[in-house]
C-alpha cells in the first residue's frame, strides 16, 4: 500500500504537483460553483474538473522543468552595452510620449484632482497618502513652478529610467533576446501606456516595487556582494521606503521583499538597513507630515471591511428571505432597500457606499467585529449568494475566465488644457481602437492578473524544490507579489477598478522569472 501511495504521489510531481493540483482546482471550482444552478450540476463539473487537474499539472510541471535562459557569454556591459542602456530607456520613453501627446496634460481621476488641489492649497489630508502627493505632484510642479503638465511628463521620465535599468539588469544576468522581448511585453501592452497616464500612486507603487525587485535581482545574483556598496544600500533603502509611503496597504509587499534581500545582507549590514527603513518611514510619518499639518482621515474602517460588506450585500439583495432580521435592520440602516436593489451587483460594495443615500457611519458605528460576525452568519444562512458575492470581489487576482477583464481607458478630465484637433482626436480614436483590438487578441498576457499568478506559481513549483534553504531563498523574492495581491483584494470594497490595484503584477513577472530559470551555481544545499 505504501508503494502504491509513493508511486502515485512521484506521478503527481511529489508536494509540488499537489500544490499545484489545490491551486489549479481552486480557480476552476470557484467559477464552476457561481455558473451552476444545482448542486449536482456543480458536482459533475468539480468532478470533471478533478480528472484534469490530476492530468495536466503534473505534465505542465514535468514540461516546463528544463526550460532556462541562455545566458549572454559577455554579462560585463562594454561600450556597445551603453548603446542598450540608452535603447532601454529611450524606447518606453517615446512610447510613453506619444500618449502623453494624445492625452496632454495626462488623465486626472478625481483623486489625483484632489491631489492636485491639496498641493496648490497648502493643505493635505493622508487619505491619498501624502507622501505620494508631495513625491509625485508637489515635486515636479515646484520644478516646474507650476506647470500642470509636469505631473505626468515627471512620471513618464522616471518610469521609463527604471524600465531602463530593469530590462539592463535581465540583459546582465540573461540576454539580449530576453531583455527586448520583456520590452515588447511591457510596451505593447495597452495598459501600461493607459496607466502610465494617471498619476495616480499605483503606478508610484508600480515603479517602486519593479525597482525593488530589480536591486533584489543584482543583491542575488552576486550573493549579497551588491550590498557592499554604500551608495547601493542607500538606493535600496531609499527605494524601500518610497515605495512602501506610496500605498497604505505597501507593507504587504515591501516587508517581505526587504527580507529576502536582508537574507543576503551580514548581520550587521541586515540591522543597518531595517534600522534605517524603520527610522525614515518613522521620520516622514510624524515629525514631515507634523510640520506640514497633515489632516488624518476619517475612520477607515469601511476600507477594509469591503469584502464582508460586499457579502452582506449579496445576501439581502439576492436572498432576503433567508437573512437574520438584525442583519436586514444593519443593511438598510446603511442604504435604504431600494439603493441595494438598484445600485449593488455582485463582487461590489462601492456602487452603494458612495450614493448619496448611503450612511457609512453605521459602519463605524457597528464596528468590524459585529460586521464580521453578520457576514459570517450570511454563508452559514445563504451560502451560494455569499459565496458568490466573495468571489466575484476576489477573483481578480486568480481567476482566468472571459468574466473578468481588466482594462483602464485613457481619458482627460483637463481637457481645457489641450486643444484637440480632429488629427489628434482621430488619432485618439486610432489608439483605444488598438488597445481594444490588442486586449481582445491577447487578453490573458494583458488582463488577467490570475494569469501572471499562474505563470509564477508554475515556475516556482517546476523549478525550486521545497526542501532546499537555496531554493526558498528564490522563493521569497516571488512571495510579496501573492502576499499583496491576495491580502488587498481581502480589503477590496469592489473590484471594477481594481486593474490599478494589481497591474504591477504585469511588471514585475518577467523579472521575477529570471530568479528561477538562471540557473546558479549555489554551495547551499541545507535542507529544511
Not at 449536482?40 to 463539473?45: E, L, N, Q, S, V
Not at 474538473?49 to 505534465?59: D, H, T
Not at 501592452?189 to 516595487?209: H, Q, R, Y
Not at 534581500?261 to 507634523?290: D, E, N, Q, W
Amino acid at each position: 500500500m505504501k508503494t502504491i501511495c509513493k508511486k502515485i504521489y512521484n506521478l503527481l510531481e511529489g508536494t509540488n504537483g499537489i500544490i499545484f493540483i489545490i491551486y489549479a482546482l481552486f480557480i476552476t471550482l470557484t467559477q464552476v460553483y457561481i455558473h451552476t444552478v444545482d448542486d449536482g450540476a456543480f458536482w459533475i463539473g468539480a468532478l470533471i474538473w478533478l480528472v484534469i487537474c490530476l492530468l495536466g499539472c503534473p505534465f505542465i510541471l514535468r514540461l516546463v522543468r528544463n526550460a532556462s535562459f541562455n545566458e549572454d557569454k559577455n554579462c560585463k556591459f562594454t561600450i556597445h552595452n551603453n548603446v542598450w542602456r540608452v535603447v532601454f530607456f529611450i524606447v518606453p520613453l517615446l512610447v510613453f510620449l506619444f500618449h502623453y501627446f494624445l492625452y496632454y496634460p495626462g488623465c486626472f481621476s478625481n483623486d489625483s484632482l484632489t491631489q492636485y488641489e491639496q498641493c496648490m492649497q497648502g493643505v493635505y489630508n493622508d487619505w491619498h497618502p501624502v507622501f505620494h502627493t508631495l513625491f509625485a505632484f508637489k515635486l515636479p510642479l515646484f520644478i516646474t513652478r507650476g506647470w500642470i503638465g509636469s505631473i505626468v511628463l515627471f512620471q513618464m521620465i522616471l518610469f521609463s529610467a527604471v524600465i531602463g535599468y530593469s530590462l539592463c539588469a535581465i540583459k546582465q544576468y540573461t540576454n539580449t533576446g530576453y531583455a527586448l522581448l520583456t520590452m515588447l511585453f511591457i510596451l505593447i501592452n495597452p495598459e501600461t501606456s493607459s496607466m502610465a497616464l494617471f498619476p495616480w500612486k499605483d503606478v508610484s507603487f508600480a515603479i517602486g516595487a519593479m525597482l525593488m525587485v530589480t536591486y533584489g535581482l543584482k543583491v542575488y545574483f552576486t550573493k549579497g556582494d551588491w550590498l557592499k556598496r554604500p551608495l547601493n544600500v542607500i538606493c535600496f533603502v531609499l527605494t524601500a521606503v518610497a515605495t512602501t509611503l506610496f500605498r497604505h496597504n505597501a507593507l504587504l509587499f515591501t516587508v517581505p521583499l526587504v527580507f529576502a534581500v536582508l537574507l543576503f545582507a551580514s548581520k550587521k549590514r541586515a540591522l543597518v538597513i531595517a534600522t534605517a527603513c524603520i527610522l525614515l518611514i518613522g521620520a516622514v510619518k510624524m515629525p514631515l507630515y507634523a510640520v506640514l499639518k497633515v489632516e488624518s482621515p476619517d475612520s477607515r474602517q469601511i476600507e477594509t471591511l469591503g469584502l464582508p460588506m460586499t457579502v452582506i450585500g449579496a445576501a439581502v439583495t439576492v436572498d432576503a428571505e433567508n437573512v437574520d432580521e438584525d442583519i436586514l435592520e444593519f443593511a438598510y440602516k446603511v442604504a435604504p432597500k431600494e439603493v441595494w436593489q438598484s445600485t449593488y451587483y455582485y463582487g461590489s460594495y462601492n456602487e452603494v457606499k458612495w450614493d448619496q443615500r448611503t450612511n457609512n457611519d453605521v459602519i463605524e458605528e457597528y464596528g468590524a467585529a459585529k460586521v464580521l460576525n453578520m457576514a459570517a452568519r450570511c454563508f452559514k444562512d445563504c451560502p451560494k449568494a455569499s459565496f458568490t458575492g466573495l468571489i466575484k470581489l476576489t477573483e481578480v487576482v486568480y481567476t482566468v475566465s472571459d468574466d473578468y477583464h481588466l482594462y483602464i481607458t485613457p481619458y482627460s478630465s483637463l481637457s481645457q488644457y489641450s486643444e484637440v484637433s480632429e488629427s489628434k482626436a482621430e488619432l485618439q480614436r486610432f489608439d483605444k481602437q488598438l488597445s481594444a483590438d490588442f486586449n481582445k487578441l491577447f487578453p490573458h498576457l494583458f488582463m488577467y492578473v490570475g494569469m501572471m499568478h499562474i505563470i509564477l506559481l508554475v515556475s516556482v513549483l517546476a523549478k525550486c524544490k521545497l526542501n532546499k534553504w537555496a531554493d526558498w531563498k528564490k522563493i521569497f523574492f516571488v512571495l510579496p507579489v501573492f502576499l499583496y495581491n491576495f491580502g488587498t483584494t481581502l480589503l477590496l470594497t469592489g473590484s471594477g477598478d481594481s486593474c490599478r490595484f494589481f497591474f504591477y503584477t504585469f511588471m514585475l513577472t518577467p523579472i521575477l522569472l529570471v530568479f528561477l530559470y538562471k540557473n546558479q551555481k549555489d554551495g547551499s544545499s541545507q535542507q529544511i
